[in-house]
């Protein structure tokens, strides 16, 4: 029988592989002295008990509510004005990106769109507060840095993909470059453009929740207060509502998704 | 030639107007929650601060004893990335095995256990949903105030939340592949292992393998970002680094931080193509 079914076909190289991926993975344990044995001593389990037990009830007092739904609000202006700024700069930077004013221009905003985009919104957050002050002003901006490197990068590749045939004729019908970019190449790619941008801005809703957490305003803020100030129910309704605002822009961007079409992805 | 031929009408240019006025009406309250000042950044004192800092980035800080810290916090971040992941992967297992449907006895036909069969799995479901629906920052910052500051937040928050992804995305991954051997298997009397040995794994296990593998590499980056929160590794080096105002030390551990983020991407891409 030399059809005989197998579950896995191993080569050498790939239990070589697996065989080093473990000891790494037991060299970690090794090296960071978790002790879970410890944290899963009977004391600490109570401990635990005890802390979570200290998150309930949350605290549902008007008052707080209204803080949490501003704090929403507040999450949600972040975000959108963050994308809107990103989406700004981003094309501006795309198009000395898209190779349209030389290769040495090309390069450099090329440099320039990486090093934005490798820094972390939260770095980026970090050295905002410190540019603009605590707020939500710090972490519009932050998310606006690292967007911009994304999307400018994104945008730049769909100019150079979008056919240049419709932009050509319009030059050679005598319009000017700027003419011929806004209504040969433009309203090719702006669906796309955004797309992109709505991709951005869902992921950048759930970022701007955390941000908070180095001063950055938003639900952040009022969770990292709250639990520094030892108050456990109300930093549960504040952890609850994030969860709730995952949850609700993961559903309406599934359907906006659908909705919308296959050309906005 | 008269002056309407030579510049037509937008045929367009009343409802680009409109979108216009929509658009200004809309954003100006976020701009005001937002609080979006740009005169703020010019402020002397912020331009002071700015400065102070920004001045500090030449020349980087190169001393032997500061590379230690940044080459020990490197390890702890990688560290922290793979036992978090690698917890993640118990955690998910179990739950996406619960949940998957192709591997289920009960929605073959009908017979006991199918409604039970349900609610279990969409039990199952939600809790992954929840698992996930909260950022590993959060947990991570309540973590801290257990454990203390350190690796051990760190980790765990990672086993909850990408526990979490990981779990939602195998269970996706098994459904979505040829499920038709499994239930072959299953319809002849398999056990549910079996099946999922013989019917779902040889196609899967390569999607399910790279998946984990580019998580760990998100976990990496993750890893240094609950460090701003106290929980150990290269990100609680910056966050000091950043709050005493030691622009030198920024931007060293900013270049290892982005090396390591390169590295994890080469090597993930090379694991991927050689298990997948």
């Known amino acids: ?265 | 030639m008269n002056k309407a031929a030579t510049h037509p009408r937008d045929p367009d240019a009343r409802r680009r107007a409109t979108a216009l006025v929509v658009a200004i009406i809309v954003l100006w309250p976020l701009l005001v929650v937002a609080q979006f000042n740009p005169a703020v950044l010019f402020d002397a004192k912020n331009l002071s601060t700015m400065g102070t800092f920004l001045r500090g980035f030449v020349p980087p800080e190169m001393s032997a004893e500061f590379l230690g810290y940044v080459a020990r916090a490197t390890l702890e971040t990688l560290a922290i990335a793979t036992t978090g992941i690698t917890l993640a992967f118990f955690v998910a297992v179990p739950l996406a095995l619960a949940v998957t449907r192709s591997l289920s006895v009960s929605r073959i036909g009908p017979g006991p256990g199918y409604w039970r069969g349900t609610v279990l799995r969409a039990a199952v479901r939600s809790l992954l949903t929840i698992l996930r629906g909260v950022p590993e920052l959060v947990w991570a910052l309540v973590f801290v105030r257990v454990f203390g500051l350190g690796p051990a937040a760190a980790v765990l928050a990672l086993a909850i939340t990408y526990g979490g992804m990981l779990g939602k995305v195998y269970a996706e991954i098994l459904e979505s592949t040829d499920t038709l051997p499994a239930r072959a298997l299953l319809e002849s009397g398999s056990r549910q292992g079996v099946a999922l040995l013989y019917g779902l794994l040889p196609n899967a296990a390569p999607e399910i393998v790279s998946y984990t593998v580019y998580r760990w590499e998100c976990a990496i980056r993750a890893s240094v970002m609950m460090g701003f929160v106290g929980a150990g590794g290269l990100g609680q080096l910056m966050d000091q680094a950043m709050k005493l105002l030691r622009g030198g030390e920024v931007v060293t551990i900013l270049v290892v931080f982005l090396l390591l983020v390169q590295l994890a991407d080469a090597i993930s891409a090379r694991l991927r193509k050689q298990l997948a």
């Not at chain 1, 999307?151 to 000017?176: D, H, I, K, V, Y």
């Not at chain 1, 929740?209 to 990292?224: C, E, H, W």
């Open chain 1, 1 to 265: 029988m030399r059809n005989e079914p197998k579950a896995f076909h191993l080569c050498l190289s790939c239990a070589l592989t697996l065989f080093v991926l473990a000891s790494l993975i037991v060299a970690s344990f090794g090296y960071l002295h978790l002790g879970l044995e410890r944290l899963l001593s009977a004391a600490a389990i109570a401990d635990m008990r005890n802390f979570i037990a200290s998150f309930f009830p949350p605290d549902i007092s008007i008052r707080f509510v209204q803080k949490i739904a501003y704090g929403v609000v507040e999450t949600l202006a972040i975000s959108a004005v963050g994308t809107l700024l990103a989406m700004m700069l981003g094309l501006v930077l795309a198009l000395p990106a898209s190779g349209r004013y030389g290769r040495a221009l090309r390069a450099a905003t090329r440099l320039v769109l990486n090093l934005l985009r490798s820094i972390p919104e939260l770095v980026w957050a970090v050295l905002m507060v410190l540019a603009a002050g605590l707020g939500p002003f710090a972490g519009t901006l932050a998310l606006g840095m690292h967007t911009s490197g994304v999307l400018g990068r994104l945008f730049a590749e769909s100019l150079e993909n979008a056919p240049e045939e419709p932009s050509e004729s319009l030059r050679q019908s005598g319009a000017t470059r700027s003419f011929a970019f806004l209504y040969g190449t433009l309203p090719g790619v702006l669906p796309q453009f955004i797309a992109y941008t709505l991709y951005r801005w869902e992921m950048n809703i759930r970022m701007a929740a955390i941000l908070g957490f180095v001063g950055a305003g938003g639900l952040g803020q009022i969770l990292y207060y709250e639990l520094s100030l030892l108050h456990q129910p109300q930093a549960c309704s504040v952890i609850i509502a994030m969860l709730l605002l995952t949850l609700a822009v993961d559903l309406i961007s599934a359907k906006v998704r659908k909705g919308l079409g296959r050309a906005y992805g």
